[in-house]
């Protein structure tokens, strides 16, 4: 059962404009969220994190809003450039599991200059 | 420094033979340790933790197996590969608690 959920397979977004990404969960019992990026035949690459009490972290360009009522976080990203095209996976952090992240499926962003 | 090795980056195995993935880590000492599987067209699935040596969580029934032989070596088998096993393995560690994750760079399995 998918907890983490990204519903946007794809998104394309001129340069310069603001790229936003979604993703919702279900289980309330997570306690850190993490946007990681990521190009084919890499490992992901760390990008913004959040915890749950918090409702929005930002970090130059990237910021994170998290809706905790409405279990969706957010990623934003102002401005968008070329290099920022590659697939954004949303991730959540459970206690058990020994803190293994849970990922959704993953976003394709494509930055159009 | 702490790294990450993960091998081979690819691979191409025929149905019913056996597999072998290794991940070693260095740089820390008992670290959480991850297999990772993306699927052609889905996302990052959890295939296996560990939180120390000869202990091995599944999250999911399936054709793989792990095993931990030491603290910083995490090992993803199979006797016997399906065609659904193709994909892209990720290793990944993290020290227990902490908010920092490291991935490897990845095995592209291909089952023909």
């Known amino acids: 059962d998918q907890q983490v959920k990204q519903n946007s397979p794809s998104l394309s977004v001129q340069e310069g404009r603001i790229s936003i990404l979604n993703c919702d969960y279900t289980?309330?019992?997570?306690?850190?969220f993490l946007w990681y990026k990521k190009y084919p035949a890499e490992g992901p690459t760390f990008l913004i994190s959040?915890?749950?009490?918090?409702d929005k972290n930002e970090d130059g360009r990237f910021t994170v809003f998290l809706n905790k009522s409405a279990k969706h976080l957010s990623l934003h990203i102002v401005p968008s450039q070329p290099g920022d095209s590659a697939v954004y996976f949303c991730?959540?952090?459970?206690?058990?599991?020994?803190?293994?992240?849970?990922f959704g499926k993953g976003t394709s962003l494509l930055v159009t200059p | 420094s702490q790294t990450i090795h993960q091998w081979p980056a690819t691979l191409v195995q025929p149905v019913g033979s056996p597999l072998s993935l290794e991940c070693t880590v260095e740089g820390t000492s008992n670290p959480n340790l991850y297999w990772y599987r993306q699927a052609a067209g889905r996302g990052l699935q959890l295939l296996f933790y560990s939180v120390g040596i000869g202990q091995i969580s599944s999250e999911v029934p399936q054709n793989l197996s792990a095993s931990r032989p030491q603290d910083r070596q995490f090992i993803l088998s199979s006797k016997k590969l399906l065609l659904s096993d193709s994909g892209f393995y990720l290793c990944?560690?993290?020290?227990?608690?902490?908010?920092?994750?490291?991935f490897g760079s990845g095995t592209r399995l291909t089952v023909v």
């Open positions: 991730a959540a952090r459970g206690t058990n599991s020994g803190y293994a992240l849970n």
């Open positions: 990944a560690w993290n020290r227990g608690g902490a908010l920092v994750y490291t």
């Open positions: 959040i915890s749950s009490i918090k």
């Open positions: 289980n309330s019992m997570f306690d850190y």
